[in-house]
């Protein structure tokens, strides 16, 4: 009965991390075209991805004028759903 709550653990913090990436994807495709700021789904979007985005930022400095920081943010949850993902379904 545990294994099958660890497996379904592992299931839901899977679709997190997908969606989250998601997340930023759209976000980064908002900042290239214009949309209206003010539109409750763009607000929603910032405000979800801004925390994470912010502390990427804090650490990569712009490169050549580009913010770096959704491709770091997008490879350290690539890893941590590897890494957790496969762990919790491991032990289960």
Known sequence: MISN???????????FFTLYIYMIIARAVVSWISVNPYSPFVQFLYRVTEPVLSRARRLLPPMAGLDLSPVVVIFVILFLDRFLVNTLRQLA
């Open 5 to 15: 709550f660890i497996h379904a653990l592992a299931d839901v913090l899977h679709l």
